[in-house]
């Protein structure tokens, strides 16, 4: 049987409502860290996560997503 293609994800963006609930999940529980975090309008906050310090971010949150 032929060997399956290795892939891996570089990136993701995750809409989240609780910004500060997320944030202790990546880090606490998945060991990410927060590589950067600010706002960017009123309203939309972002974090940026990673585990390896060499990307900027492997994942961001971004909170403000419209219903």
């Known amino acids: 049987m032929p060997e399956l293609p290795k892939w891996e ?3 993701i963006g995750l809409f989240v409502t609780d910004m500060d ?3 202790e999940f990546y880090t606490r ?3 990410f ?3 950067d975090a600010g706002e960017v309008r009123s309203g939309v906050r972002l974090t940026f996560l990673s585990k390896d310090p060499k990307d900027h971010h492997q994942i ?5 997503r419209e219903k």
């Open 9 to 11: 994800l570089s990136h």
């Open 60 to 64: 961001v949150l971004v909170t403000g």
């Open 29 to 31: 529980l998945l060991g």
């Open 33 to 35: 860290k927060v590589m």
């Open 21 to 23: 609930r997320m944030r």
